[in-house]
């Protein structure tokens, strides 16, 4: 059975820092993208940031860019978004997702919801003013 656990969030000041992780077990995902998307109460679940395969390309949402670092292990079947200069409009709950497809050779592709095929139960950031 695929899960995919996430942990790291909490409740942080504007301007401070969180590192989620992402563990995955069940199975591997050495050849596809991993994601993370975020959803604040009312509001669709959008992507945030992937990164492919090997952990060297990456894309982020326009408003985290210069913000947030997403990295991966796979040694450790892990994904991590490293978030700085954190926002009280990045207040959300965070999933990580695993892409349907495998990584293209450009680098990460996959933004939207549906093409990503396992879910984590989602982790609560909360960043105050």
């Known amino acids: 059975q695929v899960q995919l656990l996430e942990s790291g969030g909490g409740l942080v000041q504007a301007g401070g820092s969180l590192r989620l992780s992402c563990v995955t077990s069940?199975?591997?995902?050495?050849?596809?993208?991993m994601g993370w998307f975020r959803q604040a109460p009312g509001k669709d679940r959008e992507f945030v940031a992937a990164?492919?395969?090997?952990?060297?390309?990456?894309i982020y949402l326009d408003s985290v860019k210069g913000r947030f670092t997403i990295s991966r292990d796979n040694a450790k079947n892990t994904v991590y978004p490293q978030m700085d200069s954190l926002k009280p409009e990045d207040t959300a709950v965070y999933y990580c997702?695993?892409?349907?497809?495998?990584?293209?050779?450009?680098?990460?592709?996959?933004?939207?919801?549906?093409?990503?095929?396992?879910w984590g139960q989602g982790t609560q950031v909360t960043v105050s003013s």
């Open positions: 069940g199975r591997t995902f050495y050849t596809q993208d």
């Open positions: 997702a695993v892409a349907k497809y495998h990584s293209a050779p450009s680098g990460p592709a996959y933004t939207r919801v549906e093409e990503y095929v396992y």
């Open positions: 990164t492919n395969w090997r952990g060297d390309m990456s």
